[in-house]
């Protein structure tokens, strides 16, 4: 079993529309949770972090959080065609951070 | 921007030569980590500097070796290439406090070994 899983395919949504992305982790003991952007040939962007179960809004962004499940999700609101990338989960454990795979995100205008 | 820079951006070499890859963290950090990102895949964990001591290690050969300074810049070292090594290598600076940490990423340079 992967550390942290992201196991949706590519995601196109229309402008304006909201997009939903899922993470699910191995370590229950885990503690911090971090969704990253990144768009194509350059580096992660930290764009939310959670720590504590139920929802963190940001703007157009909503991270959701469920320890007993082992499940993170991310919300995009009115998506836009900037918000085209490729989003990564990534969960802090023994001092270092275990990524997904990542989920790609398209905007369609 | 993030504060963190890399050096160099972009590196070509061949098999079984040795590279070293260039870190400096963000004004205040005091940790530093190091992710090899294959395409398509997400980042993952070489090694992570604290005080410049090695404070955690990723399932990866000795062939990486990293360095801390003592102006908590970094270094990462590999050897004898392969073909493999080819890859965007990330570093992250953080400010560990207590049980939170959060890390905050370089621009990555790209690696192609040949």
């Known amino acids: 079993q992967k550390e942290v899983e992201q196991n949706s395919g590519p995601l196109s949504v229309p402008e304006g529309a909201i997009a939903s992305l899922n993470c699910t982790y191995s370590?229950?003991?885990?503690?911090?949770f971090f969704w990253y952007r990144q768009y194509s040939g350059k580096s992660p962007e930290l764009i939310m972090s959670i720590y504590s179960n139920g929802d963190k809004e940001d703007g157009r962004f909503t991270a959701q959080l469920n320890k007993a499940s082992q499940y993170v999700s991310l919300l995009i609101r009115d998506s836009q065609p900037s918000d085209s990338a490729t989003y990564l989960c990534a969960v802090r454990g023994n001092n270092r951070l275990a990524f997904g795979k990542g989920n790609q995100v398209v905007v369609i205008p | 921007e993030t504060g963190v820079t890399q050096s160099p951006t972009h590196l070509i070499k061949t098999r079984g030569q040795q590279v070293t890859l260039r870190c400096s963290s963000q004004s205040g950090h005091n940790t530093v980590s190091w992710y090899q990102q294959a395409l398509g895949q997400g980042p993952q964990f070489i090694f992570q500097?604290?005080?410049?001591?090695?404070?955690g290690r990723g399932n990866f050969p000795p062939r990486f070796s990293g360095l801390q300074f003592p102006n908590y810049s970094s270094e990462l070292n590999v050897n004898a290439l392969e073909l493999d090594d080819s890859a965007l290598y990330l570093c992250a600076s953080s400010l560990v406090s207590g049980n939170q940490e959060t890390q905050y990423f370089g621009p990555g340079t790209r690696l192609l070994v040949l």
């Open positions: 370590d229950r003991g885990s503690q911090s």
């Open positions: 500097y604290y005080r410049e001591e090695e404070n």
